[in-house]
């Protein structure tokens, strides 16, 4: 017994000084191997950001020396873009098919008027189609017919004004006469609806257009070009470009390349992108598009006696605060991704770095953007927001229903259907009904991105 007992002390005296020697801690040494670890990874990481090849982006530059450009006025191009936005071309959802009301009718066949006469020599080279009344399709045809033609596509139509602020258009601005279909110019700029979005655009390839074929008779493009101007884009284009684009696939027509609205030419100095030159954004792909109706059904009643768990309206603002709150992650993604990395050698050397090297830095990229500014933030990531809050006919009476429409663009590489649940998730209360707005443009993802 005494032997075993030995034995024992003698196994826990080792085990103890083994437990002894495996607690022994050298701090300096330690902290050596921990601050050598970290110097390397750095290294490492500096180096492969420094000397790894740049992305290859299959860039093509162009030689336009040899390109006979008109010469162009811009004072009577800014006098036409003034006479077509005074046309009061609204579009709604309530006037099917056309998306017109007998106003706005009279007002697109004006529109139309104004641009066969502006543009007579074009519109007189052209072969001209109108389609279901109010849109038209142009054809400059080319002088190699085995050429895909080029499509240019526009609208006439503009969106409604909200009753009321007629007055408030140029206020800022100290122009009380800019109303919303006056076409003023003042200081330089044409106010009015439809200037940007997009008469402008119109009036822009007419004129180009017109000019060619007034200073030289005959003139031919070589290749065919399609222009295609609609008259309810606003509300989807179903009855219009929609309408054209079936006419062109039903006549086998195949395009080469099309030409709609996109991001305009920042002028220099006006974006941290481009403090030192004229930056013309050529917008490759497309967001998606979806509203959302967010609907609340209550026990309506007298406001004397409300429940404490609120009403239709108040539980439908929870809502939308939560939604708000919850805003999509932001990503780089193409083809924004190579807008970054085209401008990055003009950018300060740190910036020129991350833009190009964005597989390490594109999570902190993205987060940049989407702090910097609203126009920044929507080209990372699907924007949400609140464009219309209905509920309540009485205010001594307990609104019964409430209906709230946000809007979304949704950033290339997600989904409807993800939009529509990332909000339910989002505002997380049975009681509030999700789904996808009727009456307005019919929901839309993503279009790919163009490789031209």
Not at 244 to 249: E, G, P, T
């Amino acid at each position: 017994a005494e032997g075993r007992k030995q034995r024992s002390d003698d196994r826990t005296e080792r085990e103890g000084s083994k437990r002894s020697r495996c607690t022994v801690v050298h701090p300096d040494r330690t902290m050596g191997v921990l601050t050598r670890a970290f110097l390397a990874t750095v290294l490492a990481f500096v180096l492969a950001v420094l000397l790894l090849p740049d992305p290859e982006l299959g860039l093509t530059e162009l030689d336009l020396s040899s390109l006979s450009v008109p010469d162009v006025d811009p004072a009577a191009v800014a006098a036409e873009v003034s006479a077509l936005v005074q046309f009061q071309t609204v579009s709604d959802g309530e006037n099917l098919p056309s998306h017109l009301s007998a106003s706005s009718q009279k007002e697109m066949l004006g529109a139309h008027t104004f641009l066969r006469k502006t543009y007579a020599a074009l519109f007189g080279a052209a072969k001209v189609e109108v389609v279901n009344d109010f849109s038209l399709l142009m054809t400059l045809q080319g002088s190699d017919a085995s050429l895909d033609p080029a499509l240019v596509i526009c609208h006439l139509d503009v969106v409604p004004i909200e009753a009321g602020t007629e007055g408030d258009w140029g206020a800022k601005a100290g122009c009380p006469d800019c109303s919303p279909f006056s076409g003023k110019i003042f200081e330089g700029q044409v106010w009015g609806r439809g200037a940007l979005d997009m008469k402008t655009f119109c009036v822009g390839f007419l004129h180009a257009a017109d000019a060619l074929v007034r200073r030289e008779h005959g003139f031919k493009p070589v290749r065919t070009v399609l222009m295609a101007i609609g008259h309810d884009e606003e509300k989807g284009g179903g009855n219009g470009h929609g309408a054209i684009a079936a006419l062109l696939q039903e006549r086998g027509v195949r395009v080469e390349m099309l030409l709609d609205e996109g991001t305009p030419t920042i002028a220099a100095g006006s974006a941290k992108l481009n403090s030192k030159f004229d930056l013309a954004l050529v917008s490759t792909a497309q967001k998606g598009y979806a509203s959302l109706d967010l609907s609340v059904n209550m026990t309506g009643g007298h406001a004397g006696t409300p429940d404490d768990a609120g009403t239709s309206v108040s539980i439908l603002a929870e809502a939308v605060a939560r939604l708000q709150a919850s805003a999509r992650p932001p990503r780089v993604r193409r083809p924004v991704s190579d807008m970054l990395a085209i401008v990055a050698p003009f950018q300060p050397p740190l910036q020129k770095i991350i833009f190009k090297r964005q597989t390490f830095f594109g999570g902190a990229l993205a987060r940049l953007l989407a702090k910097t500014s609203p126009k920044t933030a929507a080209m990372v990531r699907t924007t949400s927001a609140v464009t219309m809050f209905h509920g309540g006919v009485k205010d001594h009476i307990l609104p019964q229903f409430a209906i709230a429409t946000v809007n979304n663009r949704i950033l290339p590489g997600e989904t409807v259907e993800e939009v529509k649940e990332h909000a339910r998730r989002a505002i997380a209360d049975p009681r509030v009904h999700v789904s996808i707005h009727t009456g307005g443009a019919e929901p839309r993802e993503p279009a790919g991105v163009s490789d031209a």
